[in-house]
């Protein structure tokens, strides 16, 4: 897929990002242009390559209906965003290693001896984990995936909320996902603003880091 960035100043696109609450709610993302912001922010790093983010966009009127009594005191996002993007995390993500591994290899991007190694180690590995060591992990994946998305769609023009106020113990199983399999990280909406968004105050460098 081909890039049709708005911006590329890294400076604009990280120190201009606002929480948007409420987009102008007749404008929809393309859905070619939304995969390409998906494509892009999917560049993230993940423990072992094992990418375990997984994606629910929710852009159609019965989508929304659905969450809106999900999303506890959010729904000027639901109800006005183009799309409001469900991230979870998948507890299972080691059972697309040989696919990754494989392509890499295929590619060129990987000796084939590098590859038997590092499958050997995660299969051996993450299967046998507990479920809250392996939760620790893929949220934490999931995090990078979803504040990288959250810049890339700066880029592309667009702006997005993060939104923790969620039924997170019934949002998987309201859009066909299994439970015990898909654990949610957060919900994203984007559009396009329909207001400025308020500047904060961030703690100082000094106030956040240890130097020992």
């Known amino acids: 897929m081909s890039s049709t960035l708005?911006?590329?100043?890294?400076?604009?696109?990280?120190?201009?990002?606002?929480?948007?609450r409420t987009y102008d709610s007749t404008y929809?993302?393309?859905k070619e242009e939304l995969l390409r912001i998906i494509e892009d922010a999917a560049s993230a790093p993940s423990s072992a390559n094992l990418q375990p983010w997984r994606l629910v966009v929710v852009d159609s009127d019965e989508g929304k209906e659905k969450l809106r009594p999900l999303v506890k005191f959010n729904t000027k996002q639901n109800d006005t965003s183009?799309?409001?993007?469900?991230?979870?995390?998948?507890?299972k993500s080691y059972e697309n290693a040989e696919y990754i591994f494989n392509k890499a290899v295929d590619e060129g991007k990987m000796p084939a001896e590098v590859r038997d190694q590092q499958l050997a180690a995660i299969q051996s590995h993450y299967?046998?984990?507990?479920?809250?060591?392996?939760?620790?992990?893929?949220?934490?994946?999931?995090?990078?995936?979803?504040?990288q998305l959250m810049l890339v769609a700066r880029a592309y023009g667009y702006d997005t909320n993060p939104i923790g106020g969620f039924e997170a113990d019934q949002l998987a199983e309201a859009f066909a996902l299994d439970p015990e399999r898909y654990t949610p990280v957060l919900i994203l909406s984007i559009g396009k603003a329909a207001e400025q968004g308020y500047d904060s105050v961030r703690l100082s460098p000094e106030q956040i880091t240890f130097w020992r």
Do not use: C, H, W, Y
Request: aromatic share 8%.
């Open 6 to 20: 708005k911006s590329n100043d890294f400076t604009q696109i990280i120190k201009g990002r606002r929480s948007i």
């Open 28 to 30: 929809k993302i393309p």
């Open 82 to 91: 183009s799309a409001m993007l469900l991230v979870f995390a998948d507890f």
């Open 127 to 147: 299967p046998t984990l507990p479920k809250e060591q392996i939760n620790d992990v893929i949220k934490v994946d999931s995090g990078l995936f979803a504040m």
